[in-house]
């Protein structure tokens, strides 16, 4: 059950009502999810994620006289020392922004959440947008209400995403001789793929760990690692196995929408990479959703210019840019905000990387991780 809240933001609009969903509306939002292109980020089990880490969940819907919903609208508030900021959705590359039926809903709902933000206070907000669904509406009004675009042209970030149809087609079109002879090098070299095996859950944590403490990035909560996968129904959510005499050297996760497959979380052991797991694994994962009827793989958000942008292009999928926008509530918070970044990364990388172990990471509170994140 949620969390009771003091302040439940409501309003009524003529026949139309805006308020916090709850619970109880937990199917019915999946289903308008499901039924409208909507994204895996913007599914209800997000809020119990999100409130996990101490965060305050806005979910928000828009219905009828009759209860059917019309709209809705996620986004998170993530409370920090003159940064408090509300996101559409946290992290990169999690599509987020309104989902409605017509237009006048998803002004009522930008509407709403301007007004959220201005009351709850905060320093700036972000909205990424989701690729596939018809934006020009949310864009108009958002720069109405005085957002911006967050990125320069050829600075956004970019996701790939594959059409689907047949695998075949797509191994000799899609594919450049170089990945295919990558691919079946891992083959031959007996690497495998097993599918969906939860036994490798914990092997999929540790592996994130060590790529994560080599790349010099906050270490997941493990509490947080596995709450996605108890959060949402099996055939949500996969992990691929890339498994080499009995031991996993590669693995990915696999993200379900009714017409979408995301990639995420492509995790390796550097001493293997030789062996190409990943190449294989994003081979059996265009094949897998090829096989289940699924209309796109997304590769997921990707700096232009970066390593990966260029791994993720050999496949030969379609480079999209992304929609971020942002606002800025308070300019004052915003100046220092930016003035202070490069001494706030350096001293964070030294907390998360030196001073803190990952026993006393998955020992924190909420709140004392929150306060710890804010350098």
Not at 45 to 61: C, M, R, V
Not at 123 to 143: A, C, E, H, M, Q
Not at 212 to 217: A, C, E, T, V, W
Request: charged fraction near 25%; aromatic fraction near 16%; proline fraction near 4%.
């Amino acid at each position: 059950m949620d969390k009771p809240q003091q302040n439940k933001y409501t309003c009524k609009n003529g026949m139309e009502t805006i308020r916090e969903a709850t619970s109880q509306d937990s199917s019915k939002w999946d289903k308008f999810v499901n039924n409208n292109n909507g994204s895996f980020f913007q599914y209800y089990e997000w809020k119990k994620f999100y409130e996990s880490q101490g965060h305050k969940a806005f979910f928000i819907l828009a219905e009828n006289s009759n209860k059917d919903i019309l709209g809705i609208f996620p986004f998170i508030k993530i409370s920090m020392f003159l940064n408090t900021s509300i996101h559409s959705m946290p992290s990169s590359g999690r599509y987020g922004g309104p989902i409605a039926l017509d237009e006048k809903t998803e002004d009522l709902l930008l509407d709403f959440f301007d007004n959220i933000c201005k009351k709850e206070r905060i320093s700036y907000t972000y909205i990424l947008l989701n690729p596939y669904r018809d934006t020009k509406g949310i864009i108009k009004k958002l720069l109405s209400l005085g957002f911006r675009a967050r990125y320069k042209e050829g600075k956004r970030p970019y996701t790939f995403t594959f059409k689907l149809g047949s695998s075949e087609n797509i191994w000799k079109t899609n594919f450049s001789k170089n990945i295919r002879r990558k691919v079946r090098s891992a083959e031959r070299q007996g690497v495998k793929i097993l599918d969906n095996q939860w036994k490798y859950l914990q092997d999929y944590y540790k592996m994130t760990l060590h790529v994560y403490k080599k790349l010099h990035n906050k270490l997941p909560l493990e509490k947080e690692f596995f709450m996605p996968f108890d959060l949402f129904d099996k055939n949500k959510i996969h992990i691929h196995i890339a498994h080499l005499n009995n031991k996993p050297i590669a693995m990915n996760c696999n993200y379900y929408t009714k017409k979408i497959c995301y990639m995420v979380g492509n995790v390796s052991i550097r001493e293997y990479l030789s062996y190409h797991p990943n190449n294989l694994l994003a081979w059996f994962t265009i094949q897998d959703a090829c096989n289940r009827g699924f209309e796109y793989v997304d590769f997921g958000s990707t700096a232009p210019k970066s390593s990966h942008f260029q791994w993720k292009k050999q496949y030969g999928g379609t480079p999209v840019p992304l929609q971020y926008y942002e606002r800025t509530y308070s300019p004052v918070k915003k100046f220092i905000r930016d003035k202070t970044m490069r001494p706030r990364v350096m001293i964070r990388k030294l907390i998360w990387n030196k001073l803190v172990s990952q026993e006393q990471v998955n020992a924190m509170s909420p709140k004392m991780r929150k306060f710890l994140e804010w350098f």
